[in-house]
């Protein structure tokens, strides 16, 4: 991969980064989903990166934003001016995360304490963010 390329896709995964998440939806019924409680509270995103088959994974960058996660709603706030989002729905099942019906991520790891999740951006291009609970 070429020094051009490197920057590219840490510049591609930045900015997908910083519009992807500011989104999350209740499910229709506005009934919450078994296993939200697993997600409730404040996560921080402490790093972005992205897997290609081709080329495997890019090196990690920062996140900078965090997640507030309650029963209905996930609010993303930007970490460096504290800077809100809009509040929005989610459903989860246990291993899929929607967020307002436009954006599905695999959660691939869920701990008290961790959360990778896993979104194709495009084909054969996934981004992973994994974030800590606060």
């Given at each position: 991969m070429t020094e051009r390329m490197k920057y590219g896709m840490a510049t591609m995964m930045?900015?997908?980064?910083?519009?992807?998440?500011?989104?999350?939806?209740?499910?229709?019924?506005?009934?919450?989903?078994?296993?939200?409680?697993?997600?409730?509270?404040?996560?921080?995103?402490?790093?972005?990166?992205?897997?290609?088959?081709?080329?495997?994974?890019?090196?990690?960058?920062?996140?900078?934003?965090?997640?507030?996660?309650?029963?209905?709603?996930?609010?993303?706030?930007?970490?460096?001016?504290?800077?809100?989002?809009?509040p929005v729905g989610y459903s989860f099942d246990g291993r899929r995360l929607n967020i307002d019906g436009r954006k599905a991520c695999e959660v691939v790891t869920l701990t008290r304490r961790q959360m990778l999740l896993r979104q194709q951006v495009q084909a054969g291009v996934y981004q992973e963010t994994t974030f800590k609970r606060r």
């Open positions: 930045a900015l997908l980064f910083g519009f992807s998440i500011s989104a999350c939806s209740v499910d229709s019924d506005g009934n919450d989903s078994s296993g939200d409680a697993e997600l409730i509270g404040t996560w921080d995103a402490v790093s972005s990166q992205y897997y290609t088959e081709e080329v495997g994974y890019s090196r990690p960058g920062a996140g900078g934003a965090y997640w507030v996660i309650t029963a209905r709603t996930i609010t993303e706030y930007n970490r460096m001016d504290d800077a809100a989002g809009q």
